[in-house]
């Protein structure tokens, strides 16, 4: 193994947040007011999903059909998963979302990711409540810590980049090496503000590059 990417899912695989993208759609808009809370520090991040799944109405099937309509994977995915594979990389999945949408949107190509961590939505009728079954990766912001998912790689590989965009990623920074960022995403603004290095990317296909 020459190495192990780890690559967070919403914003990262994919274009935009799906998650948020489905509370916009089928929660009230004081969720916003949650997550709001969540990236001042006021609340983690699994107490805040909490209560914004708490508030969406949408079945199983209505949750499916939305998240595939608003889901667009990043470009480059499939030559990033291609390349992977034939260069010795394993690809980790490390998602603060959830199993429906994720495995929906990735399909067939979730084979091509050696570890997946995420969260689980679970559907009673209209209603929804999250549950998180990674306890050994969590820590006190998230319920999969980017940061303690790249401390697991580096016990094993030579090398670990991590490709993130968000709030949830912040624990990655200094942990990989490197940290990659979309470009003009919240964790591109907040390594530049720590100082840190990082290189910013546009497809994902661009991370081969590194190995």
């Known amino acids: ?8 899912f919403d914003g990262t695989v994919t274009t935009r947040d799906i998650g948020d993208a489905l509370c916009d759609r089928f929660a009230p808009p004081s969720w916003r007011e949650i997550d709001a809370a969540w990236v001042r520090g006021e609340l983690s991040l699994p107490e805040a999903q909490r209560r914004m799944w708490s508030l969406a109405r949408a079945t199983r099937e209505e949750a499916l059909t939305a998240a595939r309509e608003i889901g667009r994977l990043r470009d480059g995915l499939d030559a990033l998963v291609d390349g992977a594979r034939d260069r010795g990389v394993e690809l980790w999945l490390a998602s603060g979302g959830f199993d429906v949408y994720i495995e929906a949107l990735l399909g067939e190509r979730l084979a091509g990711f050696t570890r997946r961590y995420w969260n689980r939505l679970v559907f009673d009728g209209d209603r929804m409540r999250v549950e998180f079954q990674q306890g ?61 290095d990082f290189l910013p990317f546009d497809r994902l296909d661009e991370l081969l590059a590194l190995f």
């Not at 940061?147 to 990989?176: H, K, M, N, Q």
């Open 1 to 8: 193994m020459r190495g192990v990417l780890v690559l967070d």
């Open 136 to 196: 050994d990766l969590a820590c006190a912001r998230c319920a999969v810590c980017k940061g303690r998912v790249c401390d697991l790689a580096t016990a094993i590989a030579p090398r670990v980049v991590f490709a993130g965009d968000g709030y949830s990623d912040r624990c990655a920074i200094g942990r990989a090496s490197p940290l990659c960022a979309v470009r003009g995403s919240f964790l591109a603004r907040e390594a530049e503000e720590r100082g840190v």
